[in-house]
């Protein structure tokens, strides 16, 4: 829901999801600091669930916010979607439909833990985590979640990754020139 202040100190409009629009008008208001104000309480008991509306945090599986996050998110800004499509799977084989909310540090570690066992290097954990990372922080800008339980987990060094080249002596030139 997109909230505009109209002209006048009385009168605001919401957009919602549905591309309906809606006027309103704060009768009490004698400014149009009083409008904003009226337009803050009335935001402010939809997020608490007053006025009859439902709240904005609710149940989602993993599976299915999975596939919001790759239609809704990484699909349309990411041009590597297919990647996080790939790392999805297997995330999707281990959290199932466990609700987004029942996802703990402890199960992410043990997610960790069971694919380093299958033998994946560290630093292709960090990017499974940085998926995760990535989803449960939009999870919260959706009103899913409050927390994010991969942000008590630690990423490993990469260092050990890092290789070490040696310049063959036609390259010393070009290397030593920039």
Request: glycine share 4%; proline share 3%; aromatic share 10%.
């Amino acid at each position: 829901m997109k909230t505009h202040i109209m002209r006048g100190p009385f009168l605001w409009e919401e957009v919602h999801a549905n591309g309906k629009r809606v006027q309103k008008v704060a009768p009490d208001a004698d400014t149009k600091e009083d409008a904003v104000l009226a337009l803050q309480r009335e935001v402010a008991q939809v997020f608490t669930g007053e006025n009859g509306f439902e709240q904005n945090t609710r149940d989602m599986g993993f599976r299915n916010f999975s596939q919001v996050y790759l239609q809704d998110y990484a699909m349309i800004d990411k041009k590597s979607w297919q990647t996080d499509e790939y790392r999805l799977s297997k995330l999707i084989d281990f959290f199932k439909d466990i609700e987004l909310r029942e996802i703990t540090p402890s199960m992410i570690r043990k997610f960790r833990a069971s694919i380093l066992k299958d033998g994946i290097a560290e630093s292709t954990t960090n990017r499974e985590m940085a998926l995760l990372k990535k989803m449960f922080s939009l999870a919260i800008d959706e009103g899913y979640l409050e927390h994010d339980p991969v942000k008590k987990i630690k990423m490993y060094s990469e260092h050990d990754s890092i290789r070490d080249r040696v310049l063959l002596r036609e390259e010393e030139p070009s290397f030593y020139a920039e």
